[in-house]
């Protein structure tokens, strides 16, 4: 007889019925495991790369497929000839790595690692110095593109008339070919290149993200140049690979416009290819952010991705730099005419407006604006670093616009007088230069981005007549002379980043912080300008000069590199190249020594990166369009 506590009145049966099946936890476990079944195949469904229908891959087997089973095969047998120096037997002579390196390059090509460039057309050697043609875009041009007026260069375009010049245009043209390919073996993609150390400079000014700053600040360069291949790779790695989207990091709203919208508005101008354009509204629209201002003076620095803006804290209380936001002229404006929106326009010409009715101490900008109050900063005025390039889009704007832009050209001509009177120069021994001001005392000091002033003035002088034309061109000369003093009184023979006037020296670099050249444009700028201007021989004789001390001092195997100290017989190299030296230092020695129908200065206007763009009712290229209503920002 059982004990009572172990009887039971139900069938095994009814038991196993009336059992909960699953514990509450165990019901629990069951749904998180499906849960994440679920998860992962959602996943696997939407995020996943397709990488079974990308025809990037299927291209890639292909092109193996085609490739045939001899790049498979194995190792040849030990070779008779070609002992090592150890006393061993290479089995793989370089021959046969060569062949076998080519068979594979002529079948694969760069499909993995390079984007895939269209072979551009011939460019027609017969349009001699860049005639405008009906036609189709020059070269890698998509079958949805309408025909349009492009101006092409070949070979010979632009050629000085004497054979020596020509042989120095020639040689910049290889220098060009150097920095390009270089770039492109060892940084392709990324911002610029590190010559000696063979790989991407990442401490650029954009940064380590895939910005091709040198691809797209150096594309008009090759255009000019009549480097279609090169040209075309830089083309369709924009077209494939450059973007602005989905990118948190805080760029230089001034050094993005110069750089890539101007740059991509030069190559539409040129080409008439509406992917430029195109790129050129993408940079802009993520620029236009820093506008959002009490005053509607941007700020410095814009995040990509979210839009947030923000100035250098360094700079004055976190003032807004006067070169900085007042260097958009150009680019905005021209870039509202040719998408027919106005909201480029309207949002640097605010920026005009808040300048022109500020008061300015005895007439002078400047170099820091509060953007939220609208009052000046610490009173530091300079024509080179940080107030430079603001009065050369003054300039610019109004020959730009077709000299119907009066105002800009006011202002210029306002601005002057008060820096001729208060902070040009002239040193014991005859020298002209520029100082920095800070709070009523001048510094004599002069930056090395100060020498695009010989230029300047040159170009205000010769386009209007007016009681300061006399004026304004002996100032021209005598910066572009100081500059040229700058450079010959180093070892290297090129110019450092700033020099001093003092008893003790003229036109030297006093500081060692001050004895660096980067590859910096300025001076040749001015050559280039005086030359076009006066045809005097000596700015071509100082162009020459340079070119030289660039091949001595600045030449690796590998590229370009600036140096640290110019006073050294054999300074050190500081191992950038600079975007700029693409963009600017090889055009414009490039242009020194071309005819001056080539790019000539009545139908082109150069902003501050070298970008040449058309000017208004003048040059047939500016391409306007109709306007619309803006879009909201």
Not at 137 to 163: A, I, N
Not at 272 to 292: E, N, S, T, W
Request: charged share 25%; net charge negative; hydrophobic share 35%.
């Amino acid at each position: 007889m059982l004990p009572t506590y172990s009887r039971s009145t139900t069938t095994p049966a009814t038991s196993l019925f009336q059992r909960k099946l699953f514990r509450n936890s165990e019901r629990l476990l069951v749904i998180l495991v499906l849960l994440t079944f679920c998860l992962v195949c959602f996943c696997g469904l939407f995020f996943l790369p397709d990488n079974f229908s990308s025809n990037r891959v299927f291209s890639v087997y292909k092109q193996l497929q085609k490739a045939g089973p001899e790049i498979f095969i194995p190792a040849p047998p030990v070779a008779q000839q070609g002992f090592r120096g150890d006393g061993g037997v290479d089995p793989h002579l370089l021959d046969d790595r060569e062949k076998l390196q080519a068979k594979i390059q002529g079948e694969i090509g760069d499909i993995i690692d390079r984007p895939e460039v269209q072979k551009a057309p011939p460019l027609d050697k017969s349009l001699g110095d860049g005639v405008q043609q009906e036609g189709p875009l020059s070269g890698g041009v998509d079958e949805d593109k309408t025909v349009t007026t492009t101006l092409k260069f070949g070979p010979d375009s632009g050629q000085d008339s004497d054979s020596s010049i020509r042989e120095k245009r020639e040689k910049v043209k290889q220098m060009m070919l150097l920095a390009w390919n270089n770039y492109k073996q060892f940084a392709w993609g990324k911002n610029e290149l590190r010559p000696i150390s063979k790989r991407a400079h990442t401490g650029s000014v954009f940064g380590a993200f895939d910005f091709g700053a040198t691809i797209i600040d150096g594309l008009d360069t090759l255009y000019i140049m009549g480097l279609e291949e090169e040209f075309e790779e830089g083309r369709e790695w924009l077209r494939r690979r450059f973007s602005f989207d989905n990118v948190s990091v805080d760029i230089s709203v001034f050094e993005t416009n110069i750089r890539f919208v101007g740059g991509l508005l030069t190559c539409y101008a040129l080409t008439g290819d509406p992917l430029f354009r195109d790129k050129a509204v993408h940079v802009a629209d993520k620029l236009l952010p820093a506008f959002q201002t009490p005053t509607g003076i941007p700020l410095a620095l814009v995040n990509l991705k979210t839009g947030v803006s923000k100035n250098y804290g360094w700079a004055s209380g976190g003032s807004s730099i006067l070169s900085e936001f007042g260097t958009l002229h150009l680019e905005f404006a021209y870039l509202s005419d040719i998408t027919g929106n106005p909201i480029y326009r309207e949002r640097v010409q605010n920026v005009r407006q808040v300048l022109r009715e500020l008061e300015k101490p005895k007439g002078l900008y400047p170099n820091y604006l509060n953007p939220k109050t609208g009052k000046w900063g610490q009173y530091h005025m300079s024509l080179g670093a940080l107030g430079d390039s603001y009065f050369e889009y003054l300039l610019k704007a109004w020959i730009q616009s077709g000299r119907e832009d009066q105002e800009a050209r006011v202002m210029f001509d306002e601005a002057m007088p008060p820096i001729i009177e208060h902070m040009v120069r002239t040193s014991p021994n005859g020298l002209i230069y520029v100082s920095d001001m800070k709070f009523d005392r001048l510094e004599h000091k002069m930056d090395h981005l100060a020498c695009f002033a010989g230029g300047l003035f040159g170009l205000g002088s010769q386009t209007l007549s007016n009681e300061w034309s006399t004026k304004y061109m002996e100032i021209a000369h005598g910066l572009t002379n100081t500059c040229h003093e700058s450079y010959i009184r180093t070892q290297t023979k090129l110019g450092p980043e700033s020099f001093r006037f003092s008893e003790a020296a003229e036109a030297k670099a006093l500081k060692t912080s001050e004895k660096y050249y980067i590859l910096r444009p300025e001076t040749f700028e001015s050559y280039f300008v005086m030359w076009r201007l006066t045809h005097q021989q000596k700015y071509r004789d100082w162009g020459w000069e340079a070119v030289q001390a660039l091949e001595k001092h600045c030449r690796t195997p590998n590229g370009y590199s600036g140096v640290k100290n110019v006073y050294m017989e054999e300074p050190q190299k500081d191992d950038v190249q600079q975007s700029f030296f693409l963009a600017e230092t090889l055009k414009y020695l490039y242009l020194l020594f071309s005819d001056d129908s080539f790019i000539p200065l009545d139908e082109w206007v150069f902003n501050t990166e070298a970008h040449p763009l058309p000017i208004k009712g003048i040059n047939s290229l500016y391409r306007a369009a109709p306007m619309t209503t803006p879009t909201q920002q």
